[in-house]
Structures are given as structure tokens and as C-alpha cells.
């Protein structure tokens, strides 16, 4: 059964830092893609950042370029999303996807879309403390 769980987050400074935590379960990363999302309250789900682990391509939000980083760690079937200089506009659920078809991968990394194909993790709070 694919699952994913997310974890790490919490509640941060503006300009502070954090790593969420994205552990999969039931498949391995190599042919999928993965996908951060984050969800604000009263907001659309927004594609945050993506990477397709078979080739560590990643793709990012142009909100988020710069300030987040998005790795894997294939031992631990996990991928990683580094928050840096936290803003307010960053705060809400957090939450990881994953989709393995060609056209999802597409839609999800290079467009950072959410698609309906996506296995999705329950999701992580991150807030600020301004």
C-alpha cells in the first residue's frame, strides 16, 4: 500500500528554518515524482517544489526559489523539503504527493499542479510566531 507521512513541522520565527520530512511507504522513490503542496486557511492547495527521482530533476515555486530546497535520501525512502528564511506567506498544512504516470509528473512537477492521480500524506502545520 503507497503511503506517505509528513513530519516536521512546527512553529518558527519569521526568517527561521526548518526540514519537513516526506517518509514513503510501499513503493520505492526512484520512478516516482514527489510533489510539496502547502494549503493555507481559507487557500487553494499551491504546488510549493517537485522532484522526479529518477533523474533529481527539481522544480520550485517562484515564491519559494532560493529560500527552499527540495532532496531525497533514497536509504531512508524519504525526501526532504528545507524551509529557509521563513515568511508569513509561508505558513499552512504542508503536504506531500506522490504520482508515478508520465503526464502526472508532468502536471505535477513542471507545473506544480495538483492532480487527481496523487497518493497524498496527511500533512504537516507550519506556523509562524509573529
Known amino acids: 500500500q503507497v503511503q506517505l507521512v509528513e513530519s516536521g513541522g512546527g512553529l518558527v520565527q519569521p526568517g527561521g528554518s526548518l526540514r519537513l520530512s516526506c517518509a514513503a511507504s510501499g513503493f520505492f522513490l526512484d520512478y516516482y515524482a514527489i510533489g510539496w503542496f502547502r494549503q493555507a486557511p481559507g487557500k487553494e492547495r499551491e504546488g510549493v517544489s517537485c522532484?522526479?527521482?529518477?533523474?533529481?530533476?527539481?522544480y520550485y515555486a517562484d515564491s519559494v526559489k532560493g529560500r527552499f530546497s527540495i532532496s531525497k535520501d533514497k536509504s531512508k525512502n524519504t525526501v526532504y523539503l528545507q524551509v529557509n528564511s521563513l515568511k508569513t506567506k509561508d505558513t499552512g498544512v504542508y503536504y506531500c504527493?506522490?504520482?508515478?504516470?508520465?503526464?502526472?509528473?508532468?502536471?505535477?512537477?513542471?507545473?506544480?499542479?495538483?492532480?487527481?492521480?496523487?497518493?497524498w500524506g496527511n500533512g504537516t502545520l507550519v506556523t509562524d510566531s509573529s
Open positions: 504527493a506522490a504520482v508515478h504516470d508520465a503526464l502526472s509528473i508532468q502536471a505535477m512537477c513542471v507545473g506544480l499542479r495538483v492532480v487527481d492521480t496523487v497518493t
Open positions: 522532484i522526479y527521482n529518477n533523474d533529481g530533476q527539481t
